[in-house]
């Protein structure tokens, strides 16, 4: 059988560009888990439910603990 010689570099170029889509794809995937793996052992500290209880404490302070936080909000 007789092929076109441009059909086969066609087919060449497609074959070799979707091995380089696909291996980027695979490292970036990879390195992704990497990097979340290595984050998720730091130790990262969360203020937030510091401050949450630091403003129930207050609130109930001065409401001799009648009063109860039910939403705050941070204004910038």
């Known amino acids: 059988m007789n092929y076109d010689p441009n059909l086969t570099i066609l087919l060449g170029i497609l074959l070799n560009g ?3 889509v696909f291996s980027v794809l695979f490292l970036v995937f990879i390195l992704s888990k990497i990097f979340i793996s290595i984050v998720s052992k730091l130790e990262i500290e969360d203020k937030g439910d510091d401050v949450e209880k630091a403003i129930r404490d207050k609130v109930s302070d001065l409401s001799k603990g009648k009063g109860t ?8």
Do not use: A
């Open 18 to 20: 979707m091995i380089t």
């Open 69 to 76: 936080l039910i939403k705050y909000t941070k204004i910038s």
